[in-house]
């Protein structure tokens, strides 16, 4: 085995030279993200996350397949697949795991792969230790366990299950640019020596696998971004130099450009877009909410399934937030079933907070209102329902509108050679 006199740091800045050099990174925090990760699957008996790598492109020949050949050269003990049963994989994991590496993952979750749910569980499960899966053994009679932790990366086109991507590092690859340059990959002439590179990678932070394990670095970024990133952030920390404030900055850039580009949820889109339906009413019929969701451009309610969003639809959606419709009075028109817009108080400054962008808060479109005859209803200064005399509760305020979003932290500049 070869002995390596390389500091960690600078171990990690000939990892970064020889990705660099046969690919063109979409940005120096997605090359940063890249580089720790690779190296943090040469220590994985000492993390309790696995975080995933989804190597992403819009379309063929954004170099993504190339990016899995770096990474598969440079990791530790790979095992790579364009294809594989859950069966097969579930045998291949073993205490030591190996890095598991998918290409053209799209074709294994795309619309033709029936979702392919046993070996997405095993993903989403061997995201964390200690989650094993359970299976029964006729011929012994026994129950068997199988463990699912391991580090993997999925390259494909569009995007992976939102199941995935959530416990990941998601880089987005794209096509080269005129001027952009990189060397040609041939891996029986260029993999011997990334390989090489992949020793001294496992001999440095082998070596101190024990500290590794009792690492707790402190995290720019929270929940399920912080178990993702705490690997990789810990071994920055350990090579030293400027890694570790370039992991910090990586991180708080690329878990806010996953919230900025992931698609939203049905439920948390209605959420949203019902704050807009509001406006300054009190409360809504079902029927006038239902017509201002429908008639906001670009939004999918008006043709969510064959008639457009119902009413039952709509009461299964908000539901889950603890939001449900009750018998209103309404001046001029008598009771109907509807919403209070002081019912969605809470699930808006929990979910969706005032002045956020687009993917965490905001509406699909403003709403604007159609040519009907049938006006917009506004509440006395007190309504009742049937069943209750209780005043209205007052307008929201500005305050408890904007929520309690956390403060970021400071991001301080990311200087230093690669």
């Not at 998918?102 to 294994?108: C, G, H, N, S």
């Not at 899966?133 to 993997?152: C, G, N, W």
């Not at 400027?242 to 889109?269: F, H, K, L, V, Y």
């Amino acid at each position: 085995m070869t002995t390596t006199t390389k500091t960690g740091a600078e171990l990690l800045s000939t990892l970064h030279a020889a990705l660099t050099r046969y690919v063109v990174m979409p940005s120096e925090h997605a090359t940063d993200a890249v580089v720790l990760w690779i190296a943090a699957t040469h220590a994985q008996p000492a993390w309790a996350h696995a975080p995933r790598l989804v190597i992403r492109a819009p379309e063929r020949r954004c170099g993504k397949s190339r990016l899995l050949d770096v990474v598969e050269a440079t990791s530790h003990n790979p095992l790579i697949t364009v294809n594989a049963s859950p069966a097969a994989v579930y045998r291949s994991i073993t205490p030591d795991p190996p890095v598991l590496l998918v290409d053209e993952a799209d074709t294994i979750f795309g619309p033709k792969a029936d979702g392919n749910e046993d070996l997405r569980g095993l993903l989403n499960a061997g995201h964390q230790r200690g989650r094993p899966a359970l299976r029964y053994d006729a011929a012994s009679s026994t129950v068997i366990t199988i463990p699912t932790f391991a580090m993997a990366a999925l390259a494909g086109i569009g995007a992976m299950p939102d199941t995935i991507e959530d416990r990941a590092v998601v880089v987005h690859m794209r096509r080269r640019a005129a001027g952009e340059k990189a060397a040609a990959y041939r891996s029986r002439r260029d993999r011997d020596p990334l390989r090489e590179l992949a020793t001294q990678l496992t001999e440095w932070l082998r070596a101190d696998l024990a500290s590794l394990e009792r690492a707790e670095p402190a995290m720019p970024v929270e929940d399920r971004a912080a178990d993702t990133w705490e690997p990789l952030i810990a071994v920055a920390d350990h090579a030293g130099g400027t890694w570790p404030e370039r992991a910090r900055a990586a991180s708080i850039a690329m878990t806010q450009q996953a919230n900025d580009t992931g698609e939203m949820s049905d439920r948390m889109r209605l959420l949203t877009d019902c704050r807009t339906a509001f406006g300054d009413e009190l409360a809504l019929p079902t029927a006038e909410l239902l017509t201002r969701l429908r008639g906001m451009p670009e939004s999918p309610w008006g043709e969510y399934g064959p008639t457009g969003l119902t009413s039952m639809k709509i009461g299964s959606l908000l539901r889950e937030y603890g939001i449900r419709s009750d018998t209103i009075r309404f001046p001029g028109s008598g009771q109907a079933k509807g919403y209070r817009k002081a019912d969605f108080a809470d699930a808006w400054t929990r979910y969706c907070p005032q002045n956020t962008d687009p993917q965490t808060g905001e509406p699909s479109q403003p709403y604007q209102p159609h040519n009907t005859s049938s006006e917009p209803v506004r509440l006395d200064s007190w309504y009742g329902s049937s069943r209750t005399t209780k005043k209205a509760v007052p307008p929201l305020t500005s305050e408890n509108e904007a929520g309690t979003a956390g403060t970021a932290l400071p991001l301080r500049a990311v200087n230093g050679d690669a």
